[in-house]
């Protein structure tokens, strides 16, 4: 009788311990469940930021415990005008967003956290095929250049000025049509030429109705094109938050490094459903070929000064902020070093 006792004590000791193990670990999965949600809002939806959304279906944020809602502002004044209201955590989009908003006076400003891009993503595109293009054949024309002292436009002006090319006399850049209209009000009938993102552009190709004929971004150098900020107030007191969406960019950025064009072609599926699998490989292939995304997460001091210096040249810049004002690369570093 005692033996039994025993016996009956020991199992019911052995269920305890395993129902409160059981108890645990149910606790840790629903801990690992709860994310973060983070609003990231984004200049537009394109190729050009690859790593970006390979972060997102690899499921890189979810690993730092983040969860990405990816709002499409179509342009880089919607996206600072939703950053500075607290619509969006974080922005993505040029750095001369954060230059014009600097320059303000403002007591909270955005700050430049990583850089994604580090040249221009858009293609000069017209309505013949050429594969002999050279900038001389744009003389006498127009084209349709995006917003005025938006850094696409401001970036063509300087390779068109490098170029030799007068903007008064030679050449008729369009300032005048919003960003997401642009492909539309060319294929209208409007302008020449029109500087556009993949895959839009490879989309109209596809279809006969334009043609790529120069990479902007092949001739406008390095620039840091488009970078990750957050308000000043939202870096000072959440730095956390800051640090773990880096880590998942940069987890992005060597995942993309390390993988064929037809692995990351799978893997950004999801975010261009509509775009033919053989064209995510060329676009892919097109971007890689200019060096678009080295994995390099610091907005170099060297950088923002050309990029200012091509904002003087169009005539948008009285004032240049400080680097340590509106670029800070703690975040960064510590995710290129982990």
């Known amino acids: 009788m005692l033996q039994n006792a025993k016996k009956y004590l020991i199992l019911l000791s052995l269920l305890l ?11 840790n999965q629903n801990e690992e469940i709860e994310l973060q949600e983070v609003t990231l809002m984004e200049v537009t939806h394109s190729l050009f930021y690859t790593p970006q ?26 996206v600072m005008a939703a950053l500075l209201s607290d619509e969006a955590d974080i922005g993505f989009m040029g750095p001369e967003a954060s230059v014009y908003v600097y320059n303000q006076d403002r007591d909270d400003y955005a700050v430049n956290f990583a850089q ?70 060319f294929l209208s009938g409007e302008g020449d030429y029109v500087t556009l993102f993949e895959p839009v552009a490879a989309a109209l190709e596809k279809e006969g109705k334009a043609h790529v004929v120069a990479s902007i971004g092949e001739e406008g150098g390095y620039i840091p094109f488009t970078a ?73 001091e060297e950088g923002l000064d050309h990029m200012m210096d091509i904002m003087e040249l169009a005539g948008e810049l009285n004032k240049r902020p400080n680097y340590e004002d509106i670029v800070t690369t703690n975040f960064a570093e510590k995710a290129m070093d982990n």
């Open 17 to 27: 311990v395993v129902s409160l193990t059981l108890l645990a670990c149910t606790n």
């Open 228 to 300: 990750y900020s957050a308000t000043k107030e939202r870096i000072e007191n959440d730095p956390e938050t800051i640090q773990k969406f880096t880590n998942a960019i940069y987890k992005g950025m060597v995942w993309v490094q390390e993988n064929s064009s037809e692995e990351i072609a799978k893997a950004v599926k999801p975010q261009f459903p509509d775009t033919d699998d053989d064209v995510l490989v060329t676009l892919i292939d097109r971007y890689r070929d200019q060096n678009s995304w080295t994995p390099d997460l610091i907005i170099t």
């Open 116 to 185: 994604l891009t580090q040249r221009d993503g858009s293609f000069l595109v017209g309505r013949e095929k050429n594969d002999d293009f050279t900038f001389d054949k744009v003389k006498g024309k127009t084209i349709i250049g995006g917003r005025k002292g938006g850094m696409p436009e401001m970036t063509l002006e300087y390779v068109l000025k490098s170029k030799g090319l007068d903007l008064e006399k030679d050449v008729n850049v369009r300032t005048d049509i919003q960003f997401d209209a642009m492909a539309g009000a």
């Open 53 to 78: 959304y390979v972060a997102i279906t690899q499921g890189f944020f979810e690993e730092e415990g983040l969860e990405i809602e990816l709002v499409n502002a179509g342009g880089a004044d919607k």
